[in-house]
Structures are given as C-alpha cells and as structure tokens.
C-alpha cells in the first residue's frame, strides 16, 4: 500500500463507500449509493448539512420532466438536447450532455419514488434564454414543497437555512402567484410567521431537509466538523479510503467501492480563484467551507480538469456588517435590478449589461477590461433606483413604506447622487434621460432589456408597456454598489458517464467519482434555467452513487 508500509493503512473505520460534502451532490449521492447496496459514510466540513444547496432557492431544473405535463408545459429529449448545445456554446461533451438528459429522469423517478423528495412544477420560471431553440416558458425548474423540519428530529437543528430567505418560508410557486416581487405587501405576513414558528422551510433547506430525512430513515447520519484532507491510494492508484481531521484528530476512513467527491466550488480559495477564474468574484454567496478541498484532491490524484475559467456568476449587494459563519454575508441580487425605476451604471455613469437578465450572463460584462486604461472598464458599478422604486418594490432589506436602509446613498438629484458615490454626473444624467425614453417606449435598443420573457418573471405586471422599464424621475435618488459575486464555481475535475474522474490520460480514477460544483460542468459558460446547478448535481450524484456502489 502506498506509504503506508506492507500491512496497508490502518483504517479507522471501513465503508463501501464514502461521500465527501452534503449539498445536492453528496446527499443523492449517498441516498444512492446506500439504495444500490453500499455501506455508506457521509462527511461534512462545516457544523450543519446542506451546503450551498440549503441556502439556494430549493429549484431543480429536470428538462423533460414529468410534471411538465401537469401544468401544460410540453416538452421533449429532442428540444431539450438542442437548448443545452446553445447554452454551452460547444464546450460540453456530447457524451455527458445525452447522459444527463436520461439520468437527470431516473435520479428524479428514485427520489420521487423511495424518499420524501417530490417536487411540483414551477410554470412561470422560464428557461434562461426562453426565446432560443428547445427553450421553454417554464416548468424544466421544479421544487419541493414546505417541509416541517420537525420530521428530522434531532437532526432539525443542523440543517443549514438561509440567512436571507430563511425567515419567509414560501415557495417560489406560492411567491410568483402571490407577486412578491411586484407587490410585496401583498404577502400573508401572518401566515409566513406561523409557518416559521412551526418550523417549516421552502427552497434550498426543504430540499436538503428531505434529502436528509431520507438518509436518516436510512441509517445514514452524516458526521459533521469532519473534514476530508487527502485520498488514500494503493500502490496501483485506486483510490481507496479518505484521510479526514475532526475535533477527535485524524482519522482514516477505508472506501471499499469508491470515494465521491461532493465539496462545492473553489469560489472561497482567493488562490484557486486567481488561478483559474476569468474575472474573480470578489463576494461569493455560498458558504465559506466552499473552499475547494475536492478540487485540490483530485489534482493530486493527476485528474483532468475542465470548465475552469467558469461560475456560476451573480451579482451581489453587501449590507454593512452582515456576516454569516464568521464572513462577510454576500447577498445575490435576483431581482432588484429587474424590476423598473432601476439602472446599472459604471463610473462613467454609463449602463453597461441587461440588467434583468439572468444573473449568470448579465454578469458577465462586469469583468470587461479596457485595454489602455488597463483595469475593469465597469467597476465599480452601482444600482441606482429613484424614490418610485423604494415606493413599490422590495430594495435590499426595505419594503415599501420604509425609509431607505441607512447604508444606501442618496441625493435629492442625479448630479448630487453622482458627486456622492464617484460616477461621472453628467454621464448618469444622459444615460438616465435615454433610458427613461427606452421606458416610455418599453423597448431597450441598447440591451434588450424587457424584451424576453426570462426578465419579465422578474419584472413588475402592472408596468406598462413594459414590465422591466420604468422611469428614474422622481426624486431622491439611492445608489448601492453591486459586486461581481457567484453562487458557486463550476470547473473541476472532468467526469465519464457514470460520475468517475478521469485521468489527465483519459483513463477513470479507479475508485474516484465527483459530482456537483466540485467538477467540470456539462455546460459550459451557461446556465439553462433555474435549477440548472443543482439539478445536475443531484443528477451527476445519483449517477456516481449508484455506480460506486455497484462496483467491485
Ligand atoms: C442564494 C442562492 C440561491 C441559489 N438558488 C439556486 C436554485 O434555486 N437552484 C439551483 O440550481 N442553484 C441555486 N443556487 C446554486 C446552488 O445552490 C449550488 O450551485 C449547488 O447547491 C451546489 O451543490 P453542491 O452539492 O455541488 O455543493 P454545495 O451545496 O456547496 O455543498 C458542498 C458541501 O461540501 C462541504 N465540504 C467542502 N469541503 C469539504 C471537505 N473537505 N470535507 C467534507 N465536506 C466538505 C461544504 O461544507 C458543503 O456543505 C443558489 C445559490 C445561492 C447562494
């Protein structure tokens, strides 16, 4: 055995298989790999389950799915497999993109069938970019239902929720039908406040809740504060056990069939993300224990990588002092700059992406360079809303009625508020008049603003002519920076169709599978439609649990 002498490693403990992480990945994985027949341990990094994953919306995006039909949503392989060649723009392997289209069904026909994760169609949240070949208007982005965290038991307290959206357990059917982006206060406060008292959950830990009950009616207990430092190898390099650290020191833990690596994105390594990031998302929205610990282990084991210059880009708004596990709270910005009444300028005052479109492509000219100044020719950037915003629409942490949020600058005019934060005045004031002509017209030359119905789902109805384009006019004026930011990375270790990692030689990692953030996306720069990250984790988690554990 490599480095461990004749006798071989002195395991601590022996499993069939071992799961690294409990986002998405790791939990399917090992709900998987116990169903097909393997003992199982499950580890976890930080104090509670449920990585990014239990902080995310909770939406899985299972193009072709079978609650399509239930809300009238046709759809099929064929239109499916078309959309996702547009949205990678010919870097996913074609082999990985066919599998996931069958796979992505089963993993949803064995969760639906043998554990509490069933899920009910989204019909309104359109694909990402709807309006191209094999997209659709909505209902590929499928969610669970409220879950009563009660059912966990003991476990209820370590199950992580959102810092943001935790407190209004609401699901995102429940939300669009309700209108919470247009009309907040039409929400049933009450109701949303019983629900919480009670213990329920929406979006990400209603998912991650019911993926863990399933594990615990299973026997399967993740052991959490236990971190996976190192893979353990035999002389022939199969990987063969997990080296891990814990309160209770070092432990070596023997993985008989395979070890999955499910650890989340880099996006928290400054390192890694300096290595290999095209612009580098300075305010991350996942936990910080999404520090690519996997990604680290499997190069060591010499594997292949892919996608690596990608994330899941987001922009983001940071509230003074809000923290979240000892870091700065970074919080995605989904909507805000959707709804009318609102811009996104540089500091030349000038607009520069869609601003309603979807978070991971309108970021994208975040990070353009200008070649002679040689720097970032649209940082910093602000989100400027005029006082018609603050009147109607959820900004930040004010509904409306309330006073603008104290961190928030304002000015009584456009040419004060430009003075205030750095922007050139007479700039903001020239893109702000062409833009409240695009408004009175309801069409944006410049961007396109409004024009597909992905922005609309994030727009307000009640505008007219058009539900993403309304006027800044009415003073004052607020403006809040907006940061490149991601919900995770999705470059890593290039995988085979049953989730093994492969070998710079283009040989499997005997023993070595990785699912989720963690490994190279099938899709390339896109995102097809909400749900998108997490459907294929759980997808590529099924796939390698299920092999792992049919594996000699
Ligand atoms: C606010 C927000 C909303 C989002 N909404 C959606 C949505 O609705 N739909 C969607 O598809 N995506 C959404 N996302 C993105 C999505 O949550 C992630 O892309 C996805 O959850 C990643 O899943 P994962 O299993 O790969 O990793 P994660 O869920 O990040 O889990 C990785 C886990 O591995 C653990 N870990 C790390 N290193 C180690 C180690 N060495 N040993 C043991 N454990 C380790 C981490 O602590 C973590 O718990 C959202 C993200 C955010 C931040």
Redesign the pocket.
């Known amino acids: 055995m490599f480095g461990f002498g004749k006798k071989g490693p002195k395991w601590t403990e022996s499993a069939d298989v071992v799961v ?8 399917v994985a090992a709900i998987a790999a116990h169903d097909f027949g393997a003992k199982v341990v499950l ?4 104090a ?14 299972v193009p072709n799915n079978p609650h399509m039909k239930e809300v009238g949503v046709a759809d099929s392989r064929a239109e499916a497999a078309t959309y996702i060649r547009t949205i990678a723009a010919g870097r996913s392997d074609e082999a990985l993109l066919e599998a996931f289209l069958d796979r992505s069904l089963e993993m949803l026909a064995h969760l639906e069938a043998k554990t509490p994760a069933t899920f009910q169609a989204v019909p309104k949240y359109a694909d990402y970019h709807p309006e191209h070949e094999g997209g659709k208007p909505g209902a590929r ?1 499928i ?1 669970t239902e409220i879950f009563d965290t009660n059912e966990l038991g003991e476990w209820k307290s370590k199950l ?1 929720r ?1 810092p ?2 935790g407190g209004t357990p609401m699901t ?1 059917v429940e939300a669009t039908t309700w209108g919470v982006f247009a009309s907040p206060l039409a929400l049933p406060y009450k109701e949303l406040g019983i629900r919480f008292k009670a213990g329920k959950v929406s ?2 830990a209603s998912l ?1 809740g019911r993926l863990l009950k399933a594990l615990l009616d299973r026997g399967v207990q993740p052991r959490l504060e ?4 190192e893979l353990v190898t035999d002389e022939s390099g199969r990987v063969i056990g997990v080296k ?1 650290q814990n309160a209770a020191g070092e432990q070596l833990i023997e993985a008989k069939r395979g070890v999955i690596l ?4 880099f996006e928290w390594d400054a390192e890694l993300s300096a290595a290999f990031l095209t612009g580098i998302p300075t305010h ?4 910080v ?3 690519g ?2 990604l680290r ?1 499997a190069m060591a084991q010499g594997a292949a990588l892919g996608n690596m210059n990608e994330a ?1 880009w ?1 922009p983001s708004i940071d509230v003074p002092g809000e923290q979240y596990e000892g870091a700065p709270l970074h ?2 910005d ?1 909507a805000v700059r959707s709804m009318p009444h609102s811009i996104i300028v540089n500091k030349e005052g000038r607009r520069f992406t869609n601003e309603a479109h979807n978070y991971n492509d309108m970021m994208k000219p975040f990070f353009d360079q200008d070649p002679v100044a040689y720097g970032p020719r649209n940082l910093p950037a602000h989100l400027i809303v005029d006082q018609q915003f603050l009147d109607k629409y959820l900004f930040i942490t004010s509904v409306p009625g309330m006073k603008a949020p104290e961190f928030v600058a304002s000015a009584p005019t456009l040419a004060e508020l430009a003075g205030k934060i750095g922007v050139d005045a007479a700039g903001l004031e020239a893109t702000v008049t062409t833009f409240n002509g695009y408004a009175e017209r309801g069409v944006d030359p410049d961007f396109r603003r409004g024009e597909s119905i992905y922005d609309h789902f994030y727009g307000d109805p009640k505008q007219t002519p058009n539900p993403n384009l309304g006027k800044l006019e009415v003073g004052p004026f607020y403006a809040v920076p907006i940061y490149p930011g991601t ?2 990375t ?1 470059g890593g270790p290039k995988t085979d169709v049953q989730g093994r990692v492969l070998h710079v030689s283009g040989q499997p990692v005997a023993g070595l599978y990785a ?5 190279a996306s099938i899709f390339g720069p896109g995102y097809p439609g ?9 997808t590529w ?1 099924f796939v390698a649990g299920r092999h792992a554990a049919q594996s000699k």
């Not at 236990?226 to 430092?229: E, K, L, M, V």
């Not at 699912?515 to 490994?519: I, S």
Request: net charge positive.
């Open positions: 690294l992480g409990t986002g998405g990945a790791g939990l580890l976890e990094k930080s509670s389950v449920g990585g990014t994953t239990a902080v995310s919306g909770g939406v899985v995006w982005s969610e992580r959102s943001i959206f995102v979006g990400g991650a236990t971190r996976a430092t891990t499910a650890t989340g994105g991350p929205n996942s936990p224990t999404n520090t610990d996997g282990m899941w987001c919080r995605g989904f919900i995770g999705k699912a989720g953030n963690v490994a909400a749900g998108g990250t997490i459907g294929a984790a759980m988690g």
